[in-house]
């Protein structure tokens, strides 16, 4: 039986490309409205063309950690579709590479801000908005974090850290919002997105010895699982984070 989710809304956060994007086409293809966000609006522009025009995506640009942002795209989602289903937490940030200690404080606290806390503030104000009411009952949540989060990477410290608090927000959350809202997380090795890029560009041969797939990511590896976790077939299942990571992990260490 395929997945459908008629009738459901989806806010679904950094959109206009990349993994977020997917998510979204793919939650559209599965029978969703969504209620894309991210920076820039002429991507975002573009991405819903791409998702069917107005009468199955809206778009709103601003930053994912600002609170008034939040509120314009939860209240925007309740006026033009009456409801909030579902939302996927997928903007993240990693402006910084390399050893840890060279981190400057502001910009650990603006990785932490707009992947974990913003996640937590979204999640507060969907909630807060009707989300797993018996107006959209079975409501649940994806967060997206990253094997960054489950490992020592040398590179992505701050960035890992984040992604270990996401997963962990996840646990608490799913324990905390039953039985009404279900919180999961997926946890990607590296998908080829812009994002990315900077772990694969110019070696990506020599990474993908070490996946037992023998490939990196795309994308669509990513938003069929969070459609499932979104879906009632995952109507058991919260507080947990799948790995997808063409078994990068099963190497060990990154």
Request: no cysteine; charged share 20%.
């Given at each position: 039986?395929?997945?459908?989710?008629?009738?459901?809304v989806a806010?679904?956060?950094?959109?206009?490309?990349?993994?977020?994007?997917?998510?979204?086409?793919?939650?559209?293809?599965?029978?969703?409205?969504?209620?894309?966000?991210?920076?820039?609006?002429?991507?975002?522009?573009?991405?819903?063309?791409?998702l069917?025009?107005?009468s199955?995506?809206?778009?709103?640009?601003?930053?994912a950690?600002?609170?008034?942002?939040?509120?314009?795209?939860?209240?925007a989602?309740?006026?033009?579709?009456?409801?909030?289903?579902?939302?996927?937490?997928?903007?993240?940030?990693?402006?910084?590479?390399?050893?840890?200690?060279e981190?400057?404080?502001?910009?650990?606290?603006?990785i932490?801000?707009?992947?974990?806390l913003?996640?937590?503030?979204?999640?507060?104000?969907?909630?807060?908005?009707?989300?797993?009411?018996?107006?959209?009952?079975?409501?649940?949540?994806?967060?997206?974090?990253?094997?960054?989060?489950?490992?020592?990477?040398?590179?992505?410290?701050?960035?890992?850290?984040?992604?270990a608090?996401?997963i962990?927000?996840?646990?608490?959350?799913?324990?905390?919002?039953?039985?009404?809202v279900?919180?999961?997380?997926?946890?990607?090795?590296?998908?080829?997105?812009?994002?990315?890029?900077?772990l694969?560009e110019?070696?990506e041969?020599?990474?993908?010895?070490r996946?037992?797939l023998?490939?990196?990511?795309?994308?669509?590896?990513?938003?069929?699982?969070?459609?499932?976790?979104?879906?009632?077939?995952?109507?058991w299942?919260?507080?947990?984070?799948l790995?997808?990571?063409?078994?990068a992990?099963?190497?060990?260490p990154?």
């Amino acid at each position: 039986m395929s997945i459908t989710h008629e009738n459901k809304v989806a806010i679904v956060t950094g959109a206009s490309r990349g993994i977020g994007l997917a998510i979204a086409r793919r939650l559209v293809a599965d029978g969703a409205r969504v209620v894309i966000t991210a920076r820039g609006p002429e991507a975002l522009a573009e991405a819903v063309e791409v998702l069917g025009g107005p009468s199955r995506a809206l778009a709103f640009a601003g930053h994912a950690d600002d609170p008034e942002h939040q509120g314009e795209v939860v209240s925007a989602a309740l006026d033009t579709f009456g409801r909030i289903d579902f939302l996927v937490n997928n903007a993240g940030i990693n402006p910084s590479y390399g050893p840890m200690l060279e981190t400057d404080i502001d910009e650990a606290r603006k990785i932490l801000e707009v992947n974990v806390l913003s996640a937590f503030s979204w999640t507060q104000k969907v909630v807060k908005a009707g989300l797993g009411t018996t107006e959209a009952p079975g409501g649940a949540i994806v967060n997206v974090a990253s094997i960054a989060g489950m490992a020592a990477t040398g590179l992505l410290g701050w960035y890992a850290v984040s992604k270990a608090a996401l997963i962990h927000l996840t646990t608490e959350l799913g324990y905390q919002l039953g039985p009404d809202v279900r919180v999961n997380a997926v946890a990607p090795g590296v998908v080829k997105t812009v994002f990315a890029e900077a772990l694969y560009e110019g070696r990506e041969e020599k990474i993908v010895k070490r996946y037992p797939l023998k490939r990196l990511g795309v994308p669509e590896d990513i938003s069929g699982t969070v459609s499932f976790l979104l879906s009632g077939d995952a109507s058991w299942m919260t507080g947990r984070t799948l790995v997808i990571d063409g078994g990068a992990l099963l190497a060990g260490p990154m």
